[in-house]
């Protein structure tokens, strides 16, 4: 399933949370939007799961508005920040629940996911702890086969061997069934790892919006020592240059291909072409805005 927001603005008493936003989530896709508290990914992302109604601007999940659809309610999943559910309730409660609800509930999925999770179904749900009930959450999605995970801050409060747990296991069944994934975090290096795209937002607002692949291969890193005499090539886009002793070190804009041939034309004693850190992503890409944002986000 493919989502694209278009110039999405929605107020609070007067206060822009989403202003204008620009997104685009390819089909397939694991997306992470990333961004500091209070930056609106909460409330576009409560647009997606149907709860508020833009103010101005489309959302569309493959072409259609998402607002009141049902058939496209039938396709998603959602775990919210804080997920609720009621105090009388056992998991087995709530997934009998789900199966009455939901026309995907899966009863096979269901008792497969179990496994992972090794949550007792007859404890009350308000006696889990936190982390146990964001695992629920997450069993009880995923029992529904959903086309479109969406996933808001949903490794918080899992302890760091259960968080590696539930993302490779997720992550092997996305890839299994194209399930398109849309996942927000406050921390940019919680997603690096699982995610295909990433969305950058502050303010209301889309700063940077890129696939993996792209944010690697926008930009370069390159290592050399050139021979005495010798200068690189005058048309170079340089966005970053410094000297460690001898070795040059330079940050490039442009495809690492056609870079490292004409850097190469050069004769350099030594050259070594690194990916760019997240970091330098944010300082060069994202330039000022990137400089204040990294404190928040890794
Ligand atoms: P994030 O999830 O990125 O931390 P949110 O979407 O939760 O951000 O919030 C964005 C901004 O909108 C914040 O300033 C928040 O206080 C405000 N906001 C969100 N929901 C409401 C609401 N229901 N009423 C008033 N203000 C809200
Ligand atoms: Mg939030």
Redesign the pocket.
Known sequence: MNIEAKGLCKSFDGFRALDGLELRVPQGAVYGLVGP?G?G???F?RHLAGIYRQDAGELLADGEPVYENTAFKNRMAYIP?EVFYYNSATLADMARFYESVYPRFDRERYQKWGRLFELDEKRLMRKLSRGMQKQAAFWLALSLDPELLVL??PVDGLDPVMRRQVWSALLADVAERGTTVLV?S?NLRELEDVCDHVGIMNEGKMLLERSLAELQENSVKIQLVLPEGKELPPDLQILHSANVGRVRQIILRGRVEELTARVQAASPLFMDVLPLSLEEIFIYELGGAGHALKDFLL
Do not use: P
Request: proline fraction near 0%; avoid cysteine.
């Open positions: 508290n930056a990914k909460s409330t992302i920040d808001d801050e927000s406050h």
